[in-house]
């Protein structure tokens, strides 16, 4: 079975750094592409970008390039999403999910993890 | 990039009934590169459809999916009280980003 199992909510200061995960199972991970997508509170869903963990490419939506920093462990299964900065405007449920292939729907879902920037 | 517009934002309509959902693109998107997912309150999206009109995994009958170039139709022929929810297109057929529509939230009447 295919799970994606994301890291829990998070409450972060504006400034500080944070890393979030997302661990996939049932699956080869190194052959599936893993994305991202950002739901801001009452909003619609944003494609962040993607990763190929086999060999890391990435992929970003212009709107987030140099804002977030996705990377992949293969040895783990696991993706990340991570911030150097945070701002108020992050506050967010963000999701992963796989992508088959670079273009290709996200056909399983994490259950998300809600980030929360406040002072 | 593809801008996706989903019409109507809000639809009311009673279980029984038959949905139709819209997706316009600013550009023609290729090959059909164009997927259906349905989000509930509190719940990850779930992928409907792929390629514009192929069900994914373990989705009912009642869901079906057509069109091409820039228009593109998510049908759901007759509602099942678990089907009022809200509904995203999202077009992957050219370089990332691969944008998704706003939303449609389809409500009981």
């Known amino acids: 079975e295919v799970q994606l199992v994301q890291s829990g909510a998070e409450v972060k200061k504006p400034g500080e750094s944070l890393k979030i995960s997302c661990k996939g199972s049932?699956?080869?991970?190194?052959?599936?592409?893993i994305g991202w997508v950002r739901q801001m509170p009452g909003k619609g869903l944003e494609w962040m970008g993607i990763?190929?963990?086999?060999?890391?490419?990435?992929r970003y939506s212009p709107s987030f390039q140099g804002q977030v920093t996705i990377s992949a462990d293969k040895s783990t299964s696991t993706a990340y999403l991570q911030w150097s900065s945070l701002k108020a405007s992050d506050t967010a449920m963000y999701y992963c999910?796989?992508?088959?292939?670079?273009?290709?729907?996200?056909?399983?879902w994490g259950q998300g993890t809600l980030v929360t920037v406040s002072s | 990039e593809i801008v996706l517009t989903q019409s109507p934002g809000t639809l009311s309509l009673s279980p029984g009934e038959r949905a139709t959902l819209s997706c316009r693109a600013s550009?023609?998107?290729?090959?059909?590169?164009l997927g259906w997912y349905q989000q509930k309150p509190g719940q990850a999206p779930r992928l409907l459809i792929y390629?514009?009109?192929s069900r994914a995994t373990g989705i009912p009958d009642r869901f079906s999916g057509s069109g091409s170039g820039t228009d593109f139709t998510l049908t759901i022929s007759r509602l099942e009280p678990e089907d009022f929810a809200v509904y995203y297109c999202?077009?992957?057929?050219?370089?990332?980003?691969?944008?998704f529509g706003q939303g449609t939230k389809l409500e009981i009447k």
């Open positions: 999910a796989r992508q088959p292939m670079v273009r290709g729907v996200m056909d399983y």
């Open positions: 049932g699956y080869r991970f190194t052959n599936n592409w």
């Open positions: 990763i190929y963990p086999g060999d890391s490419d990435t």
């Open positions: 550009q023609s998107v290729s090959s059909s590169y």
């Open positions: 390629g514009a009109s």
């Open positions: 999202q077009q992957y057929g050219s370089s990332p980003p691969y944008t």
